[in-house]
């Protein structure tokens, strides 16, 4: 996994591109998907372990 080397702020994550719809409810929805991610980013207790997932899906070694 790489690191991120600049922040990227929240507006920036939810600003509507150029090329999208204006459907408030779809904005919503990805507003609170976003907010839910960082939030579950935070307590990392709560991840699945990399090594699970790799052998979840056979890529272990």
Same mark, same amino acid.
């Given at each position: 996994?790489?690191?991120? =080397? ?7 994550? /939810? ?5 999208? /719809?204006?459907? !408030? !409810? ?6 609170? =998907?976003? #907010? ?11 991840? /699945?372990?990399? #090594? ?10």
């Amino acid at each position: 996994m790489s690191d991120l =080397k600049d922040e990227i702020s929240f507006k920036e994550l /939810t600003e509507p591109q150029p090329a999208a /719809t204006a459907d !408030e !409810e779809y904005d919503s929805w990805k507003e609170a =998907k976003i #907010r839910e991610a960082l939030k579950q980013s935070e307590d990392r207790s709560e991840m /699945t372990p990399a #090594r699970k997932v790799w052998e979840r899906f056979g890529f272990e070694r």
